[in-house]
């Protein structure tokens, strides 16, 4: 019954280590988001697809890659981890016609660094 | 672009009170959305409650209420008969009713909210 899901929930891991976070969303959304919240709990936008098609792509390194399969996927995938890296990741997804429909969270993942 | 802003990083209600949440935001277009989200402890993001620009009614639901003043670009959220569990960060948020912009969500930075029983 979950409208948007993360997985996994947290992720301990080490520097400079690659890891990948995946989101699903069964809304029948067409355009999906990344989101990172610093500890002081700004939300900053990294990515947005709508239709698989790259649309968002902030000022993030490199070492950050979307990829979209389909429009109820988008995964992130981090190379070579660094300390500033650690925050909760959400991904988010909304409709884009329909006239301000919201967007939809997922619960987050935790990413810690050590 | 547009941005968002809420000035006070904390505030503190007591239980069965009325607390105001307040939210500025700069932008030249003059039809566009704006929500507020609340992301208690468990850290969901959860909407709380949405406007339309294009609306003079200020929404409601249920203990929450919002204060929409389309020319002083000010949105705020009212929560009354305060209950422990709308202890919270609460997230004002825009978006664009532009093509150009519509999938963007500009957020503020957030206010902390205490409920003390």
């Known amino acids: 019954d979950t409208a948007v899901s993360q997985t996994p929930k947290y992720l301990v891991t080490q520097m400079g280590n690659d890891k990948s976070i995946k989101c699903e969303q069964n809304l029948g959304h067409d355009t999906m988001y990344w989101y990172k919240q610093d500890s002081k709990k700004f939300l900053k936008i990294m990515f947005s697809y709508n239709n698989k098609e790259l649309i968002i792509n902030e000022t993030v390194p490199n070492r950050f890659s979307p990829k979209s399969p389909d429009k109820a996927h988008l995964n992130l995938h981090i190379n070579s981890l660094e300390l500033g890296d650690s925050a909760v990741y959400f991904c988010a997804s909304s409709r884009s016609t329909g006239g301000g429909q919201p967007q939809h969270f997922g619960d987050g993942t935790r990413l810690s660094i050590l | 672009a547009q941005t968002v802003t809420q000035s006070q990083p904390e505030m503190s209600v007591q239980e069965a009170e009325t607390v105001t949440l307040s939210c500025t935001y700069d932008?030249?277009?003059?039809?566009?959305?704006l929500f507020w989200y609340k992301q208690p402890p468990s850290r969901q993001m959860i909407l709380v409650i949405r406007?339309?620009?294009?609306?003079?009614q200020n929404a409601t639901e249920n203990r929450f209420s919002v204060n929409f003043q389309k020319a002083a670009k000010s949105f705020s959220l009212k929560i009354s008969d305060s209950q422990l569990g709308d202890a919270a960060m609460y997230f004002c948020a825009y978006r664009s009713a532009r093509r150009y912009n519509f999938n963007k969500f500009y957020f503020g930075s957030g206010t902390k909210l205490n409920v003390k029983p």
């Open positions: 932008t030249s277009e003059s039809d566009y959305y």
């Open positions: 406007q339309e620009a294009y609306k003079q």
